[in-house]
């Protein structure tokens, strides 16, 4: 496969059971990131990974934890989640050049649509 | 807080012709990137185009185009020769320099071709 893939694409979970999101990149990229779209609101930007390392939480709430166990895979691991955290979860990928990853395009993933119940 | 702003929740085009899509952003920050992000119906976000804002000179990628007036904080697009595979959401976003974790998007604009 080519670009960057999520598993599963839709999820259903109840609120006291854990499941986690993952996503893996084909780019050769050293820069990851996770993002939440929820109807009728911006994208928001959850995590970023430069060179497997987490640079900051967006300030998320600790229900979710993010894993960068090497540079082309990152997993969302989703745990007692609240139904307004029904959402569509999109991974991204971007290099890294001269250190920085700040101007490169990002590539998405197809995303997992996420409900919890 | 940097907050980018669509003002056109959606917009409507005729095949072949032009439509213009409005981005406006707030920034105190002088180096940064904008984007313009399209997401059709499949919804897998790609790149349309991108401008470093050090530069002065609007972007362009094939019939996609920019206004980027930075003094403004306003950065559109353009799309001449509307296609109907044109047909998405399109988003605005905006990536400070500074901070890596920094990047906002717009809530989008989603765009109609008509035959």
């Known amino acids: 496969e080519t670009g960057v893939t999520q598993t599963p694409r839709h999820l259903v979970m109840g609120m006291t059971n854990k499941k986690s999101l993952k996503c893996e990149q084909h780019l050769g990229h050293n820069a990851m990131y996770w993002y939440k779209q929820s109807a009728k609101k911006p994208l928001e930007l959850m995590f970023v990974y430069n060179f497997k390392e987490q640079t900051e939480n967006n300030s998320v709430p600790s229900r979710f934890s993010p894993e960068c166990p090497n540079s082309s895979h990152l997993f969302l691991h989703l745990h007692t989640l609240q139904p307004e955290d029904s959402a569509l979860y999109l991974c991204?990928?971007?290099?890294?050049?001269?250190?920085?990853?700040?101007?490169?395009?990002?590539?998405f993933g197809p995303g997992t649509r996420l409900l919890v119940l | 807080a940097q907050t980018v702003t669509q003002s056109q929740p959606e917009m409507s085009v005729q095949e072949a012709e032009t439509v213009t899509l409005s981005c406006t952003y707030d920034t105190s920050e002088s180096d940064y990137y904008l984007f313009w992000y399209k997401q059709p119906p499949s919804r897998q976000m790609i790149l349309v185009i991108r401008?470093?804002?050090?530069?002065?000179q609007n972007a362009t990628e094939n019939r996609f185009s920019v206004n980027f007036q930075k003094a403004a904080k306003s950065f559109s697009l353009k799309i001449s020769d509307s296609q109907l595979g044109d047909a998405a959401m399109y988003f605005c976003a905006y990536r400070s320099a500074d901070h890596n974790n920094d990047m906002r998007f717009g809530a989008g604009t989603r765009l109609t071709v008509k035959p």
């Open positions: 401008q470093e804002a050090y530069k002065q």
């Open positions: 991204a990928s971007s290099p890294i050049l001269a250190g920085v990853s700040y101007g490169e395009t990002q590539y």
